[in-house]
């Protein structure tokens, strides 16, 4: 049976998007082990495990495959440490899937790395669509004073593995506040994937 077309406001001061399916929160709490600075982080946490670092907006299709998931991030600004707010980051589990984001309130960077190491850091803000080829890890941060929104579209047979991340001790580059601006440091914990891992990635692809 065929779907009905549908339409979904987007509040760009909230993120909030109507007739979502879905919606979840990532408190500071929930992230654990994502900043370098544990020191910090724990400070933070214990200060308000419950502050809301990011919100995410999503509807998702009766189709598992061929279809579209979509939606929204909201994420706050704030930084733990030198470290800007940032989503836990993933790859898709089927790692050939795509993914396109489109900035609608604040500034943001989406940092994505191939497999094999490479790093490329984005503007997302208004006007900006970014777009993740298939196989690139990626991640989203907020680098401003005021929130940052995005609305999202992936495949609807992507998943997402944030193990990958946590195997390699998170990804190679940290986004630091520098000044009035940012810098991408070499994360110290940061190891490259050895071919094997490389291919095996390569290989979660249909
Ligand atoms: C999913 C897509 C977004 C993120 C969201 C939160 O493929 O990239 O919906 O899930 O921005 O990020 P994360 O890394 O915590 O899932
Ligand atoms: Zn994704």
Partial sequence: MLQQPTSHKIDPDTGR??????????????????Y???AAFLDEAGKDPDRVV???FETRPEQERGDLIF????????????????????IHATANRPEAYTGLRGAGLMQMESPDGETVVLDVKPGVLVYVPPYWLHRSINIGSEPLVMSFCYPSDSGQDYAVIGRSGGM????????DGW????NP??????????????????
């Avoid at 939606?71 to 993933?90: C, Q, V």
Wanted: hydrophobic share 30%.
């Fill in 36 to 38: 370098l600075d544990e």
């Fill in 172 to 179: 190679a580059k940290r986004i630091i506040a520098q000044g």
């Fill in 189 to 206: 914990t940061y190891r490259k994937r050895n071919a094997e891992e490389v291919s095996r990635i390569m290989e979660t692809s249909n």
């Fill in 71 to 90: 939606g929204t991030t909201h994420m706050a600004p704030g930084r733990i440490g030198d470290e800007y707010f940032l989503t836990r980051g993933h």
């Fill in 17 to 34: 998007m109507e007739n979502a399916t879905g919606a979840y929160r990532k408190r500071i709490a929930d992230l654990s082990g994502v």
């Fill in 54 to 56: 990011y919100t995410v």
């Fill in 183 to 186: 810098e991408a440091v070499d």
